[in-house]
């Protein structure tokens, strides 16, 4: 069975300091990963996503994440928060197990102070 | 290539009405994954749908909801004798049959009073 642990549901760091949002996953199969954000009322939008090629991927908006099979993380990072990055963020599993069910994290609420 | 579109995008029902969501995947697509969130909680998988095919609906409530993919048309979820528990944001994702990553909708936003 897949699941995925986000840590931390509220995440606050200051404008310009580095973004860290955990994600761990467990999956009796090799892994799709992704991450999503999603601002107020609105649907999701992926930041970025692995799917077995490079560990470290590169997303939109400055995110990137990197997978390391031996600790089963997909940490997001972004060297220097914006403002504009305060949102809900959700990591997400899927593999194929005789259909790509999504898993998703609960979500990390990321909040930027000026 | 318009995205996956989801109508309406706002539904107020009273109790006991029916609700039917509908989602128009993307050009292409032929796999419907439908996903409610709850607010303040993250989005749980309900079924997943190709075309005339339910492929996994580990996700539905056992009564009341129901999915369909016909091979004409958009996918509806529907929601029978609804009940204030089932406001939520309901998501649509569609994929291609080679899949690689899924592609959401902005969402209906069920309200039940």
């Known amino acids: 069975a897949q699941s995925v642990t986000q840590l931390g549901s509220h995440v606050s760091v200051s404008e310009g300091a580095l973004v860290l949002l955990r994600c761990n996953y467990s999956s009796s199969v090799p892994p799709y990963l992704f991450w999503y954000v999603q601002y107020p009322n609105q649907g999701l939008q992926l930041l970025l996503k692995?799917?077995?090629?490079?560990?470290l991927v590169k997303g939109i908006n400055g995110f990137e994440a990197e997978f390391k099979k031996s600790e089963t993380s997909f940490h997001l990072t972004k060297p220097s928060a914006h403002m504009s990055d305060a949102a809900e963020y959700f990591c997400a599993v899927t593999s194929n197990t005789g259909g790509f069910k999504t898993i998703f994290g609960a979500g990390t609420r990321l909040f930027v102070k000026a | 290539n318009a995205g996956v579109m989801q109508n309406p995008r706002h539904l107020v029902r009273r109790r006991g009405q029916e609700a039917r969501l509908r989602c128009s995947p993307m050009k292409g697509h032929s796999h419907v994954y439908w996903y409610r969130q709850l607010p303040e909680e993250g989005l749980k998988f309900m079924v997943y749908?190709?075309?005339?095919?339910?492929?996994?609906e580990s996700g539905m409530p056992k009564e009341r909801f129901s999915a369909e993919f016909p091979k004409e048309g958009p996918s509806i979820l529907r929601i029978q004798q609804v009940v204030r528990g089932d406001s939520a944001a309901y998501f649509c994702?569609?994929?291609?049959?080679?899949?690689?990553?899924?592609?959401f909708g902005p969402g209906t936003r069920l309200t039940v009073l």
């Open positions: 994702a569609s994929s291609p049959p080679t899949y690689n990553e899924q592609f």
């Open positions: 692995y799917t077995s090629a490079a560990t």
């Open positions: 749908l190709q075309k005339e095919n339910i492929i996994d």
